[in-house]
């Protein structure tokens, strides 16, 4: 077992409802601070559930998947994640901020996952964030005198998502892709897949974008033959996000006096592409709205490449719409198989504790990052693009264009670690931060800017459509 210290006087407590009930209960238990280095096996993940029949207290070990498929063949009901909204009044009737894998608490039946009793101790959460609660497995069996016991966790070790062998990507989507069809036959796979054709407008950019001849003029005609796009330009360069002096009356205006050659045709593809996938109707709870994110994430990359050494920085353009696009692989998925894709969403929002990588492996066998890069591709974006969408998750990438996955990797983690976007808490490695040559304190302070511009940056995400 992974020792950790025992919380002293000045650390956070379990909730006084919690102390209340474990002196009632005569258990006896230990306080343990929150620790990344703590044995999955033994963090019990604790989620309430409900259907038309009423709600289920469902416990598992965080080395495990809860695949809501099995449940429902063990329990003849199509269980999902409680709103929301009642499980913070639930919560909050007990003054509690995080729901506590103690049964006794709530009057719901519970189901437990019998490999949880395999461990010698477990970690259970207290009700107050980073505060856990360890208790022998003799006392925590003495909890689920009324509860059930099954087999329904899917094992992690069994779900390997596929972060960096993209020689097997090809192989997979076409894979998945014949899965998910009726007609399950062999085709090449931009035939089956109907991905719409890149937009006029995303088109000319592109060609724009990689012509070194290219001026302020073909970039401000271009968007201008787009009346929706050059509002949004504009719009974007009047934002008080950039609290440019004067009033921007020109998409050329906006080129020349604020945004920058470089940002505008970055932030015009992106928004293009936006347009030509529109997004998904369904969404996990409690998901930070996409195009929130997106900005958000590629406002985050701006200051990260800045602050990256000149000599080491890649371009900022496109390490800004590698941002942007980062998560473009989900409209895909959303796009290609949107039976599947309500079913992904059931599957994040009671399985917090993990990446959608694991997920979208056990479900689909596939990622949105590999079908994100695959597209790119597609489309003839740049290489570099491809790499960014492909390789985020996988913080040693070290191959070509390293530093895009790079900083992809960096943003998210750290909005994820301030609350923005889902998952659970990512740990930045010193080694990713020493390849990018950023500082932590650095890394800190770029996001300490964008998190300081929040409701600008929210008011720029409603442009891009509705909140999700």
Known sequence: MTEVAIASDTSPQPPAVILQLLEKLGLSYQVRAEHPGLPAAQRVQTVLLDDAVGALLVLFPQSQLLDLNRLAELTGR?????KPERLERMLGKHRLRVLPGLPALTSSPCLYDERLLDVPSLFIQSGEPGV???????TFKSLLSKASAARFGEPLSKVRPNLNRPDDDRAEIDHAVQAFTARRIQQRLEETIEIPPLAETAQKIIKL?????????DITGVVETDPALAAQVVSWAASPYYAAPGKIRSVEDAIVRV?????VINLALGLALGKTLSLPKDQPQQSTPYWQQAIYTAAVIEGLTRAMPRAQRPESGLTYLAGLLHNFGNLVLAH?????FSLICRHLEVNSHLSHSYIEQH??????????SWLMRYWDMPEELAIALRFQHDPSYAGNHAAYPNLVYLAV?????HGIGSGPQREIPQSLLDSLGISREKAEEALAKVLAAE???RDLATQFGSPH
Not at 78 to 82: E, F, I, Q, R, W
Not at 132 to 138: A, D, G, T
Not at 413 to 417: A, D, I
């Open 78 to 82: 199509k269980l999902t994640a409680v």
């Open 132 to 138: 856990l609660l360890e208790l022998s497995v003799e």
């Open 209 to 217: 974008r990689v012509d070194p001849n290219a001026t302020v003029d």
């Open 259 to 263: 945004l920058g050659f470089d940002l």
């Open 336 to 340: 290609v198989f949107p039976p599947h």
């Open 363 to 372: 479900l689909l066998g596939i990622s949105r990052e590999q079908i994100g």
């Open 413 to 417: 983690g750290l909005l994820r670690n």
């Open 455 to 457: 409701v600008a940056l």
